[in-house]
C-alpha cells in the first residue's frame, strides 16, 4: 500500500480500540517500514527485508515474518503490562511501534500478491498462512527491483501484454513483475485489469481486506493477552494505553531505538 492507504486503513481498523496517540504510533510503525527497505545493521538484520512487504519471496518466508512479528507484538504488551515505574512509557511506545510493523505486513499482503486474483468468490483469509489458495503454486508476490519497476513503467504495452496474458499471470505460475501485480493505490495496472475482468476495484478489495485483518488481528493479540495476563494487569493495561499521549516529537527522538528494539526482538526468534 502507498502510505496514505496504510495510515487510513490502520486508523480505521484500530480507532475504536486506541486513543488518537496510539494510533498515530502505531501509524508511523507501519509507515516506518517502507523507510527500511535496506540492509542496516543492527536495523534490518533480523529478519528478511523483502517478507516484511511481500516482495519478491515466498509465502513461508513472509509467514515467518508474520508469526515472529506477531510474538514480539504480544510480548511487547505482556511486558508493558508488568511494567511499573518510569520505564512504562518506553515499552508502550515500543509496543504500538511493534504493532505498527506488524500490521503494515498483514496489509501489503492483500495489496503486493496475486491472492486477491485466486479469491474472486470467497475474499476472505482467516489468517496469512491460511489464504484460501487451492494450489499454493499459484500464490505469488512480485518480483521487485527498482530497474525492473522503471521498465515496466516506461513501457507503453506492458498493460496489453498482462491483459493477454491474464489468466497465466495472476491465476496460474507464471512470474510476475511487482508493478504488474501491486494494488497499493486505485488506477494501478493490476487494478484497472481487475476491474476490467471481474467488474470491481482490485484495490478496493484489498484495502477491504486489508482494514478487516487488520482489526481482526489486534482482536486476537488482545484475546491472547487477556488470556495470558492477570485480571490486575490487564485492567492496567487497558488503562496505561487510553492514558497514552506520546507525541510525533517523542516518535521522532526515539525512532532509531525503537527499529533496532524490535530488529533484536525479531533476531532472537531466528
Known amino acids: 500500500m502507498i502510505g496514505k492507504y496504510h495510515t487510513s486503513i490502520t486508523n480505521e ?14 501509524e508511523k510503525g507501519n509507515i516506518d517500514s517502507d523507510e527500511l527497505r535496506d540492509y542496516k545493521e543492527g536495523i534490518t538484520d533480523g529478519y528478511d527485508l523483502s517478507a516484511q512487504h511481500f516482495n519478491k519471496t515466498s509465502l513461508e518466508k513472509c509467514d515467518e515474518f508474520f508469526e ?28 504500538f511501534y511493534d504493532l505498527g510493523r506488524l500490521v503494515h505486513n498483514i496489509q501489503d499482503f492483500y495489496s503486493h500478491t496475486n491472492w486477491i486474483n485466486l479469491n474472486q468468490d470467497e475474499l476472505w483469509n482467516e489468517d496469512i498462512d491460511n489464504p484460501n ?5 499459484k500464490f505469488k508476490t512480485g ?35 511487482h508493478y504488474g501485480i501491486n494494488k ?8 484497472e485489469l481487475y476491474e476490467d475482468k471481474y467488474g470491481v476495484s482490485g484495490f478496493t478489495l484489498a484495502s477491504d481486506m486489508a482494514r478487516e485483518h487488520t482489526a481482526q488481528k489486534w482482536d486476537e493479540i488482545d484475546s ?3 488470556e495470558s495476563l492477570s485480571e490486575e494487569e490487564y485492567e492496567n493495561l487497558k488503562q496505561k494505553m487510553s ?13 532509531d531505538e525503537l527499529r533496532a528494539n524490535f530488529n533484536e526482538d525479531m533476531k532472537e526468534l531466528q
Open 243 to 255: 492514558e497514552f499521549d506520546s507525541t510525533q516529537e517523542d516518535f521522532d527522538e526515539n525512532l
Open 68 to 95: 515472529d512479528a506477531q510474538d514480539v507484538v504480544l510480548e511487547d504488551f505482556i511486558e508493558a503490562a508488568k511494567a511499573d515505574g518510569a520505564e512504562e512509557d518506553e515499552l508502550y511506545e515500543q509496543a
Open 13 to 26: 481498523a484500530l480507532g475504536t480500540s486506541f486513543n488518537g496517540y496510539a494510533v498515530n504510533y502505531i
Open 184 to 191: 497499493d493505490e486505485p488506477g494501478t495496472i493490476a487494478d
Open 133 to 137: 489458495v487451492d494450489d499454493l503454486e
Open 224 to 226: 491472547a493477552l487477556k
Open 143 to 177: 518480483d521487485y527491483s527498482y530497474f525492473s519497476q522503471f521498465l515496466d513503467q516506461i513501457n507503453p504495452f506492458y498493460k496489453l501484454y498482462l491483459s493477454a496474458n491474464y489468466d497465466a499471470l495472476y491465476e496460474d505460475d507464471s512470474s510476475i513483475s
